[in-house]
Structure formats: structure tokens, C-alpha cells
Nanobody, 116 residues
Framework: VQLVESGGGLVQPGGSLRLSCEAT??????????MSWYRQVSGKERELVAR????????DYADSVKDRFTISRDNDKQTIHLQMNNLKPDDTAIYYC????????WGQGTQVTVSS
């Protein structure tokens, strides 16, 4: 499984970004993978930001991003998105896409920087 993230960049506080993650070389139908976004700041552990499960598409979020971020999936395009609104400097991190079915797969990450 290969995961490629895109959509990161530099944005001012209060701004928005939309991250995308496309999966290729999958061995099961994309709809069977639990998909997640994580983020990591240098020197800190990688933390879960949002996930959307394979069975019913229910999503859950880290408390720090609730009501600001929305995760979604398009099974036909083998893609997930993370819509990030009202961004804060504390959201600055490398964002990673993850796919899980028996094994867990990771993308290379995309940098998000929130700064004025």
C-alpha cells in the first residue's frame, strides 16, 4: 500500500487548508481500510488527529481539533481528506496519512505551518 499526502503549506492563523491522501497499490478494497490522520512535531510523539472507520464511516477527533477539522473519505477515488479550519499555531506539524487493515501503512507526510 502506498499513501501520498498533499495540500500542506503555510497559512496564517484563522486560515484553512485541505489535506488529501491518495492510496495506491492496495490489496483490499479501499472501503475496508480504517483511515486516519496523525501529526507530529519534532521531538514529540506522533498523535492521532482524526480517523474514519471502514465499517460505517463514523469519524472521531482529537479534542484539540474538534469542531475545526473534518475528515472524509471517497472510496471510489481511494482518497481521504482533512478539512482544517480556524487553524492555530499549535496545529503546526507534519501531517501523516495512515491506512490500517491487519497491517498499518504510512505516508511520507506533508508539512503544515500556521504562522503570521
Amino acid at each position: 500500500v502506498q499513501l501520498v499526502e498533499s495540500g500542506g503549506g503555510l497559512v496564517q492563523p484563522g486560515g484553512s487548508l485541505r489535506l488529501s491522501c491518495e492510496a495506491t497499490k492496495i490489496t483490499w478494497p479501499f472501503s475496508m481500510y480504517d483511515m486516519s490522520w496523525y501529526r507530529q512535531v519534532s521531538g514529540k510523539e506522533r498523535e492521532l488527529v482524526a480517523r474514519i472507520n471502514s465499517t460505517d464511516g463514523v469519524a472521531d477527533y482529537a479534542d484539540s481539533v474538534k469542531d475545526r477539522f473534518t475528515i472524509s473519505r471517497d472510496n471510489d477515488k481511494q482518497t481521504i481528506h482533512l478539512q482544517m479550519n480556524n487553524l492555530k499555531p499549535d496545529d503546526t506539524a507534519i501531517y501523516y496519512c495512515s491506512a490500517k487493515r491487519i497491517l498499518t501503512y504510512w505516508g511520507q507526510g506533508t508539512q503544515v505551518t500556521v504562522s503570521s
